[in-house]
């Protein structure tokens, strides 16, 4: 199966995952933290156990490896971890990354859980308007945050620095974690997501901060959200409406495709920040000429800009 393909209900896994699966399992139920090994050099996988769930990573080491930063490279709507390995390699024979691309099903991580981050979700009957929070140690952010802990460990680099950079629903799970999550990041590269975290009270969650319990979505979680390392990462032909852009009343107000909407929740951010005097760190890159494609997106001449903007 070619790199960027996979299935996933019917998502065969080699004799060697399923092992790998059953043994992580083994381990977490002696309380046991994984395997403890270093990443090996070249491509492979492991499971990693977190929050009581066995998860899927790829990784690859590049054979030169002088210990550099981890780049941690999230997959879109289509779950294709290997894929997004494999459209990372050259940044990591380039910059020295140690990278890793962990795999969300879609059973245990539907669309409220990875695209929205796992925080919360409306209550029965969903029209009723009321939000239920999840626990924290299960959001899709926080276990984003526990796979880079666990890699830490394992290459003994408690203080490995990192990047994240994820497209499409990837880019939608990062919104949420930088707006919701504290973290260490280098820089957070956001790339062609169908919506984005509005930095206001005035729209709901997932959309926004409204609807929130205070200590989410006051105005100090708005104003760290404005101070994180974030970039977004626009492809300039990522205009169409295709069959998996959110198309819902409350992405639509967002803006009319990819493209507008990362440009508009860059200049909402902005002025935000102007206008209360606060911190802001993101940082703006566009792709000429590239459409919904983070293949094309990840090899752009911008990306180096997008992940280590200043």
Known sequence: ?????????????????????????LLFSYGLPGWGEP???????RTLTVAGMAIEI??????????GPLLVT????????????????????????????????????PTWRYQGGGIARYANPPDSGALKLESESRWAATI?????ERIRTEENRPDLPYY?????????LLSRFAAFLPNAAQR???????TYVWPTREVRFPYGFGGLPDALGNEEAIRHYLAQPLTIFLGTADVKRDGSLNVGESAMRQGPNRYERGLQVFGAAREVAQNK??????????????????????????????????
């Open 58 to 67: 790829h990784t690859y080491k590049p054979a030169h490896y002088e210990g």
């Open 164 to 172: 994240l950079l994820g497209h499409s629903a990837g880019g939608q």
């Open 1 to 25: 199966m070619p790199p960027g393909q996979r299935k996933d209900a019917g998502h065969r896994r080699t004799l060697s995952g399923g092992l790998r699966l059953a043994l992580s399992a």
């Open 277 to 310: 005097g606060w911190t802001f760190n993101w940082r703006l890159v566009e792709a000429p000429a590239v459409g919904h494609s983070a293949r094309r997106m990840y090899t752009s001449p911008e990306v180096e800009a997008a992940l280590f903007a200043k």
């Open 144 to 148: 984003l945050l526990e796979i880079v």
């Open 188 to 194: 957070i590269v956001i790339a062609n997501p169908s």
């Open 74 to 109: 999230l997959h879109g709507l289509n779950r294709n971890a290997d894929g997004y390995l494999a459209y990372s390699r050259p940044l990591a024979e380039r910059h020295g990354f140690l990278v890793v691309a962990p795999y969300f099903d879609r059973e245990r991580f």
């Open 39 to 45: 990443i090996p050099a070249g491509i492979a996988e």
